[in-house]
Nanobody, 124 residues
Framework: QVQLVESGGGLVQAGGSLRLSCVVS????????MGWFRQTPGKERDFGAA????????YYADSVKGRFTISRDNAKNTVYLQMNSLKPEDTAVYYC?????????????????WGQGTQVTVST
């Protein structure tokens, strides 16, 4: 079965950094765009960042632009999210997702595989 497993979440103080990883098994991601989304309980899921199939293009939500960096290692079937200058409003469950296409997009409908999420908590 296709599985996406996120890791690297945790508790960090405002201004700190975390690096999330997403390892995909059961299917290669080498031809797929990958994305990171986040969600707070009781609220809608929001787009965070996406990266094209070969890592050549990226797309970020305005809320994280300049602070977060998405990258990928297709040989390891892994996508990363480096999060710097974290803010309390970044607190959420972060989900990794694989797109059906090669292009990076904020549209969740274009992603067909999702991980279970990893909790990121940023303290004030």
């Amino acid at each position: 079965q296709v599985q996406l497993v996120e890791s690297g979440g945790g508790l960090v103080q405002a201004g700190g950094s975390l690096r999330l990883s997403c390892v995909v098994s059961g299917r290669t991601i080498s031809t797929r765009a990958m994305g990171w989304f986040r969600q707070t309980p009781g609220k809608e899921r929001d787009f965070g960042a996406a990266i094209g199939w070969n890592g050549g293009s990226t797309y970020y939500a305005d809320s994280v632009k300049g602070r977060f960096t998405i990258s990928r290692d297709n040989a390891k079937n892994t996508v990363y999210l480096q999060m710097n200058s974290l803010k309390p409003e970044d607190t959420a469950v972060y989900y990794c997702a694989a797109s059906r296409s090669w292009r990076p997009t904020q549209n969740g409908d274009e992603y067909d595989y999702w991980g279970q999420g990893t909790q990121v908590t940023v303290s004030t």
